[in-house]
T-cell receptor
Framework: DTAVSQTPKYLVTQMGNDKSIKCEQNLGHDTMYWYKQDSKKFLKIMFSYNNKELIINETVPNRFSPKSPDKAHLNLHINSLELGDSAVYFC???????????FGDGTRLSIL | RKEVEQDPGPFNVPEGATVAFNCTYSNSASQSFFWYRQDCRKEPKLLMSVYSSGNEDGRFTAQLNRASQYISLLIRDSKLSDSATYLCVVNPNNFNKFYFGSGTKLNVKP
C-alpha cells in the first residue's frame, strides 16, 4: 500500500500546454504539500493545505493552481507550461502541521 | 541569508568510517528539526527527528546546538547503503512551513 501516491510519475509535454498532477494519501493526515525540486536538487515548498484549507502559498506564478477536494487529495494544475517549470514535483503529507512529512515518489516534468 | 545551510559535499568515506555532517539554521526561534535521506532519483525519506537532548537510532546520532544554531548527524560504521544525500529540515515556528537544506552528498566506498 503506497502511503502517498502521485500520478503521473513522468510527464513530458510541450511549452504552452496545461497539465495536472494528482496526489492522494491514505495515511489519514490533515496536512498536504506540494514541493518543487529543481536541477540543483533544492527542495522548495510551493503550497500547503490543512484540512482542505490553503495555508501556505509561496511566491509561485499563478499559472500553478492547487486544488484539494478532500483532505486525502491535493492536485496541482499548471497552465501555460514554461521551460523553467521542468523539475521534479513532490507531494507530501503530515499528520499535523509541525510533524515530519511523508513524500510521494515524485512527478518528473520535462518541458520540450 | 538562507534559512538552512549545508555543506553540499560530497563526503567520500570508506566503509566502516565515521562521518559527521552539520547544518546551520538562521531563525533562532526554530522549533522542529529533522534529518531526511534522499537517494538518487527518489523521494526524501525521514531518517530521524532531532530532539533538544540529542537522540540516537542505531548507527545514527543527531544533535541540536541551539546556542550556535546548528544540528548535526553522525553516522558510525558507514555502510555502502548509506550512500545518499542527507537533507537537513527546519520548522521555524511550528506552522507547516518547513525549510529544507540543499543536502549533503555522502559516498561510502568499499
Amino acid at each position: 500500500d503506497t502511503a502517498v501516491s502521485q500520478t503521473p510519475k513522468y510527464l513530458v509535454t510541450q511549452m504552452g500546454n496545461d497539465k495536472s498532477i494528482k496526489c492522494e494519501q491514505n495515511l489519514g493526515h490533515d496536512t498536504m504539500y506540494w514541493y518543487k525540486q529543481d536541477s540543483k536538487k533544492f527542495l522548495k515548498i510551493m503550497f500547503s493545505y490543512n484540512n482542505k484549507e490553503l495555508i501556505i502559498n509561496e511566491t509561485v506564478p499563478n499559472r500553478f493552481s492547487p486544488k484539494s477536494p478532500d483532505k486525502a487529495h491535493l492536485n496541482l494544475h499548471i497552465n501555460s507550461l514554461e521551460l523553467g517549470d521542468s523539475a521534479v514535483y513532490f507531494c507530501a503529507s503530515s499528520q499535523r502541521r509541525d510533524q515530519p512529512q511523508h513524500f510521494g515518489d515524485g512527478t518528473r516534468l520535462s518541458i520540450l | 541569508r538562507k534559512e538552512v545551510e549545508q555543506d553540499p559535499g560530497p563526503f567520500n568515506v570508506p566503509e566502516g568510517a565515521t562521518v559527521a555532517f552539520n547544518c546551520t539554521y538562521s531563525n533562532s526561534a526554530s522549533q522542529s528539526f529533522f534529518w531526511y535521506r534522499q537517494d538518487c532519483r527518489k523521494e526524501p525519506k525521514l531518517l530521524m527527528s532531532v530532539y533538544s537532548s540529542g537522540n540516537e537510532d542505531g548507527r545514527f546520532t543527531a544533535q541540536l546546538n541551539r546556542a550556535s544554531q546548528y544540528i548535526s548527524l553522525l553516522i558510525r560504521d558507514s555502510k555502502l547503503s548509506d550512500s545518499a544525500t542527507y537533507l537537513c529540515v527546519v520548522n521555524p515556528n511550528n506552522f507547516n512551513k518547513f525549510y529544507f537544506g540543499s543536502g549533503t552528498k555522502l559516498n561510502v566506498k568499499p
